[in-house]
Structures are given as structure tokens and as C-alpha cells.
């Protein structure tokens, strides 16, 4: 159900349709290559030009990531779809028209379920439908003119709509996280939002409870999920201003600055018959017969609700910590090796969640560039599982290994010194030792002070120089004091 919250007595309603790039070597209807980084012009073939005589052919792999993407989303899947010709006149647009899908997407209906604080959700889907991205003007390096570079043009997309079902910013941002992180886990997306390989456009408007829904006005290309936050605010905001000034909200596109926090008006708002779409004749009916779905469907990666739950029931893992081990397929996989080799999954989550999540966060990378392989990890569990060190001592280990990663754990162990103290005898010594040197502390904690107890552990952990088991410590105290 949506969230009623009201912001100064209105209901916010969003809705939004995110761009996938879809992750194919070519492009949507011709063979050019879509590698992201190349000289302006030099990845746009005749197809891509629009030059006479030319004609488009479909990319048989950007429709299996569009079933991929189906199938994840409990969508039906369009036995036959229509591929349109969206008109409008851009100068990076050499057709004229962009080829799209209008009243038969491949893709209908679905839904996304994501967690939003403690509450879990989920986000109707209208459609998903492939289209062609268009070129790119520059403006930048030029005086008096723009540059055209058509290197994007014809790049295959998935435009992915939802219902208006998102009742806040925070709501939306949640959704596209979620939706961001279920592309790139299938493998038909890289995620890339700096490149432009995912953005959203958010449909925002605002009503007062029970009324119709109002005019909305749409915030484009935003590609990042903060700017998304900070656009939907601000747009919310200035929308509810202008109602209680008695004045109207006019359907239009509306570009988010980061530097001033602030949405302005680009356009008036296009309606469908202002693309005055028509079946593209040069292309045929997209038909996908149930076989097809099938292979697709065996190719598909586990998904990560389902591994989630894996995770819960077969390692024992709580709710959150399953969910965060799949935050990533990569990730996933990372955590599973771990596990694999150390026989310790809630440990090897722990760490995951802790220390490497800690350095690869402060780095801004991904678990894919973690210079520590899963079976180096997996080492230094097993020796904190068996007593061989500490828990405080792992640490340095580790973080001895995030620097050199080619060194041996028990060797490295060895050389730091950090071996927990083993030996029973040298242990009860050093208990001994502590009991002698602190009689006040023993009065203490006879008394009841609790207090008492943890300061005597502190003093056997810092005779040993932090070698001491601490569990071992513990017992061994409470049967001295008990006496």
C-alpha cells in the first residue's frame, strides 16, 4: 500500500521511468558498437545516420534482457510487440523519430519489492519497453554553436515504468536503488550512472487527500540518487507554494540543478499524440515464442530474495545480514566462497558487513575490487574460530593483508606475535598474577559491582599484551572468585 504520509496537508504522488542501457557489444538496430569512451563519431554506422536506403535489424540479445528482466519482475512477457516511430525534431535525433514501443511493450506489468526502513514495499510496474537512446549535443566546447556526437545514438535501452505508487521522495529513491541493483544482478545493465547507463525521470505532483490526482510535472535525467532526493524535495515544495498562492500547476519537463538545489521548467509537457506514433514499417512484429522464455529462464541467476532466504535457512544467517550478503550478485558470490572455505557463515558475514565493507566504502569501490580474495579471509576466520587469535588481533591482521594480500595468514600470524596464549598453566599464571596485584578490585566485585570484573579482565588482557582468549579469561576469573 502507498505511503499516506502527508507533506503540509498533501499527498505526494510519483511515479517514475528509468533508462537502462542495456549491456549488448552492438547497438539496438545496427551492428555499431556501444563501448562507452570513444572519439565523438566514431561509433555511428549508416544505420546510426539515418542515411538513405538504410534499413534497422533487431538486437536479438537486447530482447533477452528484456525477458531477463520480465521474468525477474513477474511480468508478462508480450508473445508478439510493437516496435513505433516516436516523432520528434532534435538535431541529435538524424531520423526524426526515435524507434520505440508504444501500445505493445514487450514488458507488462511486474512489480519491485524493496525495504524502506523496516517496512517492506513494493512498486507496481506499468511496463518495461526497448527504444533506441538518441545522440548527444555538446555545447561546452563550442561559441555560438553546439557539437553533435552520435556515438549514443541507437544504443539499445530499457524504459522502465511504474504505477504512481511512491508517496515521498525517500520512497522513490528506495525503489531505484532496488531497481538499480536488480539490473546490474541480472547481468543487462552495468549500472553506470555517471555514464549515463541508468537515469531516472520522476513524474511528481502533489493533492490534497481523496482529490483527484494534479498536474503533474516530470524532472529529467537525474543520475544520481541524492540529486533525486534533493529534485523531488525541492519540486514537492515549490508545487504545494504556488497551490496555496492560488495559482496553477502547468504540465511541464523540469531539469534538477545540483549547484542551486532548485528544479526549472525546460518544456511544456509532450502527450503521446504529440509524438504522433505509428508502427515503424521497416520493422516487423517482435515475436517470442514460449521456448525462448524457457531458455532465458534457465540461464537466469538465482534472485536475490531467493538467495536471501537461502542464506537464512541453510547458514542460519539473521534477516539483515542475508540481505546485506546480497546486495550485490558479486558480493553474494564473495560472501559465499568465504563461507565455503572457513565453514563459518555468521563469522564471514560479520566480517563482510564490518571491516571489508569499511575499506572498500572509504575507497568508493565495489567488492569486485577488493584486493583480498575470499580464501585469504576465509584463513584469518578459521584462525579467530579456533583460538588461534583474537578478536582485536585479527584486525591487525587484516589489515596487514588489505595492504599486502599475497601473505601467508599463519605466517603473518606468527611473525606480528599474535597468537592467542594456549597454553593453560601460563594462562591460570597470569590470572594469579592480576588477582594478587588487585585485592581492592576482588572486594569490589563481591560486593556486586559488575564493574569490578571487567576491569580485572582488562588487567589479565593487558599483562598478556592482548594474547589472553578473552572467553578463557572470563571462566577462569569467575572460578577464582567464586572460591
Not at 539499445?156 to 536503488?177: G, K, Q, W
Not at 545493465?189 to 490534497?208: L, P, T, Y
Not at 576491569?455 to 567464586?482: D, F, R
Request: with cysteine.
Amino acid at each position: 500500500m502507498p505511503n499516506t504520509a502527508l507533506v503540509r496537508g498533501y499527498e505526494v504522488v510519483i511515479g517514475l521511468e528509468t533508462h537502462a542501457q542495456l549491456h549488448t557489444r552492438s547497438k539496438a538496430f545496427s551492428g555499431a558498437s556501444t563501448a562507452f569512451g570513444a572519439a565523438p563519431n566514431t561509433q555511428a554506422c549508416a544505420v546510426d545516420l539515418a542515411l538513405p536506403g538504410t534499413l534497422p535489424v533487431l538486437n536479438r540479445a537486447a530482447v533477452e534482457c528484456a525477458i531477463r528482466f520480465g521474468l525477474a519482475v513477474g511480468a508478462r512477457i508480450a508473445p508478439l510487440s510493437i516496435f513505433a516511430r516516436k516523432n520528434y525534431f532534435y538535431p541529435d535525433l538524424p531520423k526524426g523519430y526515435q524507434i520505440s514501443q508504444y501500445e505493445i511493450p514487450v514488458v507488462q506489468g511486474g512489480h519491485v519489492p524493496f525495504v524502506l526502513g523496516e517496512q517492506r514495499k513494493a512498486v507496481a510496474l506499468t511496463r518495461a519497453h526497448l527504444e533506441e537512446d538518441a545522440g548527444k549535443s555538446l555545447h561546452a566546447d563550442f561559441h555560438g554553436s553546439s557539437g553533435i556526437d552520435l556515438n549514443r545514438a541507437g544504443t539499445p535501452l530499457l524504459e522502465i515504468v511504474t504505477e504512481p505508487d511512491m508517496r515521498s521522495a525517500a520512497e522513490a529513491v528506495e525503489y531505484a536503488r532496488a531497481l538499480h541493483a536488480l539490473v546490474m544482478w541480472l547481468g543487462i545493465c552495468d549500472g553506470n550512472m555517471q555514464e549515463g547507463s541508468f537515469r531516472c525521470d520522476a513524474n511528481v505532483s502533489v493533492r490534497k487527500p481523496g482529490a483527484p490526482f494534479g498536474t503533474r510535472r516530470e524532472i529529467k535525467n537525474l543520475n544520481s540518487f541524492r540529486f533525486m532526493q534533493q529534485a523531488i524535495e525541492f519540486e514537492v515544495g515549490w508545487q504545494i507554494d504556488r497551490l496555496e498562492d492560488g495559482l496553477a500547476i502547468e504540465q511541464s519537463t523540469v531539469l534538477f540543478n545540483p549547484d542551486s538545489g532548485e528544479t526549472r521548467a525546460m518544456r511544456s509537457k509532450e502527450d503521446a499524440h504529440d509524438y504522433r506514433y505509428f508502427p515503424d514499417p521497416d520493422l516487423p512484429p517482435l515475436v517470442i515464442e514460449p521456448a525462448w522464455v524457457e531458455r532465458v529462464l534457465a540461464a537466469m541467476p538465482e534472485l536475490p530474495a531467493a538467495m536471501a532466504e537461502r542464506f537464512q535457512r541453510d547458514d542460519g544467517l539473521p534477516a539483515y545480514d542475508a540481505t546485506m550478503m546480497t546486495q550485490s550478485l558479486a558480493f553474494a558470490r564473495y560472501y559465499e566462497a568465504t563461507r565455503d572455505a572457513c565453514r563459518q557463515p555468521k563469522l564471514a558475514a560479520n566480517w563482510l558487513m564490518g571491516e571489508v565493507s569499511k575499506r572498500l566504502n572509504a575507497a568508493g569501490v565495489s567488492i569486485e575490487a577488493s584486493p583480498l580474495a575470499p580464501a585469504a579471509l576465509a584463513a584469518l576466520i578459521g584462525r579467530i574460530a579456533d583460538g588461534t587469535v583474537s578478536h582485536n588481533a585479527a584486525r591487525q591482521v587484516f589489515d596487514a593483508l588489505w595492504a599486502e594480500p599475497a601473505q601467508d595468514v599463519d605466517a603473518l600470524i606468527e611473525r606480528m606475535g599474535l597468537q592467542q596464549i594456549a597454553d593453560a598453566g601460563a594462562l591460570e599464571a597470569l590470572v594469579d598474577q592480576v588477582l594478587a596485584a588487585n585485592p581492592k578490585s576482588i572486594d569490589e566485585y563481591r560486593a556486586g559491582k559488575d564493574k569490578a570484573f571487567n576491569a580485572l579482565v582488562g588487567q589479565v588482557m593487558k599483562a598478556s599484551a592482548g594474547k589472553a582468549n578473552p572467553a578463557q579469561v572470563n571462566a577462569l576469573l569467575k572460578q577464582k572468585l567464586a572460591r
